[in-house]
C-alpha cells in the first residue's frame, strides 16, 4: 500500500509526487497484504519535499514544515530546487522511486503529470476542500481527478499611487491618457507601466472582445480561437501603442516595475498580486496611504 500525505506549503501548485515507493516497503512487512483494505496505512517517518530555491519561500515553508513535524511526529525533509530542475528531474526521479513525496509546479502543468504518472490523484474529504475557492482546485483536476492543492492564486490587477492618480481608471482609454499625461522617460517617470508578454496583454485583448478559445456546454471549445477577431486585434494594437510611442520602455521587467512603483515613479502599475489559498478564502482589498488595489 502506498503513503500519500499532503503537506500545506507555498508555491504556485502543490502536487503528490511518485513518492519513494513505500508499497515495496509495505509488501516485505505484509507480504499477504493482510491489512484491512480501506484501512489508514501507517505515518511514514519522514517526508521529502522539493521547494522553490528562494530564500523567503523557503523560510516560510521551514516554518510550516516545524508546525507539521510537531503536529504529526513526521520529519520533512526539504529540498531547495528552482521550478525549471523540478520539472526536469520528477521525469527521473519519479518513475525511478526516488522522487519526493511532494514537490511544486504551475497548475497548467496538471494534465501533463497526470498523463505521465508523476502526480497521485488526492482523495479529500468536504471539509478539507471547503478550504479553497471552486476555480483554483477546478485549475488542478484533470478528467475528474484532483491532482494537487493550490496555495497561491494569482491574478492581475492594477495599483494605483493616490497621490499621483486621484481616480482609479476604469477604462483603457483612462490608462492611455494617464500614461500620456505623467510620463518623463528621461526621469524614470511612467503614468502606467506593463510588460511586454502576453500575460499582461491578455486585459487589453480581452477588453476588446478577443479571447483565446470559444466555451460551449462541454467546455472550452478548441475548434473556436478568438485571437484574430476585431476586438483582439484592437486591443493588441493599443498594448503595442504603449511602447512604439515611448510611453513604456520595451525593456522593462517586473523588478524594475515593482522597484519605480515603490520610489512613487509611477502613476497606474499593471502587476500580478498572489492571495495565499490556504490563508484566506476570500479575496481581501486592502487600502493604504500610498495605493490602492484596482480588481
Request: net charge negative.
Amino acid at each position: 500500500m502506498k503513503y500519500h500525505y499532503g503537506l500545506i506549503a507555498t508555491g504556485c501548485l502543490l502536487l503528490m509526487a511518485c513518492a519513494p515507493d513505500r508499497e515495496e516497503e509495505a509488501s516485505v512487512e505484509d507480504p499477504d497484504n493482510t491489512e484491512s483494505e480501506g484501512a489508514e496505512p501507517d505515518k511514514p517517518d519522514q517526508l521529502h519535499m522539493w521547494i522553490h530555491d528562494n530564500d523567503e519561500q523557503a523560510n516560510a515553508i521551514e516554518d510550516m514544515a516545524s508546525q507539521y513535524t510537531e503536529a504529526t511526529g513526521i520529519e520533512v525533509q526539504l529540498t531547495r530546487m528552482n521550478y525549471d530542475d523540478q520539472a526536469e528531474n520528477i521525469a527521473l526521479d519519479g518513475p525511478a522511486g526516488t522522487g519526493p513525496d511532494i514537490y511544486f509546479k504551475p497548475h497548467d502543468y496538471t494534465g501533463e503529470l497526470a498523463v505521465q504518472s508523476l502526480a497521485e490523484p488526492l482523495d479529500l474529504d468536504e471539509e478539507q476542500l471547503e478550504r479553497f475557492t471552486p476555480e483554483s482546485l477546478q485549475a488542478m483536476t484533470y478528467e475528474g481527478e484532483l491532482y494537487g492543492l493550490p496555495f497561491v492564486s494569482e491574478t492581475a490587477a492594477l495599483l494605483y499611487n493616490v497621490e499621483l492618480v486621484e481616480e482609479a481608471p476604469e477604462t483603457i482609454e483612462d490608462l492611455l491618457l494617464i500614461a500620456e499625461e505623467l510620463t518623463d522617460a528621461g526621469n524614470d517617470e511612467y503614468g502606467f507601466l506593463t510588460v511586454p508578454i502576453y500575460y499582461y496583454s491578455h486585459s487589453f485583448i480581452t477588453g476588446y472582445g478577443g479571447y483565446i478559445f470559444g466555451e460551449n456546454e462541454s467546455g472550452y471549445d478548441v475548434g473556436d480561437v478568438g485571437l484574430a477577431n476585431d476586438g483582439a486585434i484592437e486591443g493588441a494594437k493599443r498594448f503595442q501603442s504603449l511602447f512604439e510611442d515611448g510611453l513604456i520602455p520595451s525593456s522593462i521587467n517586473p523588478e524594475i516595475q515593482d522597484g519605480l512603483f515603490a520610489e512613487g515613479k509611477i502613476g497606474v502599475s499593471h502587476t500580478v498580486l498572489g492571495i495565499s489559498t490556504l490563508m484566506v478564502k476570500p479575496l481581501v482589498r486592502r487600502t493604504c496611504a500610498q495605493l490602492r488595489f484596482l480588481f
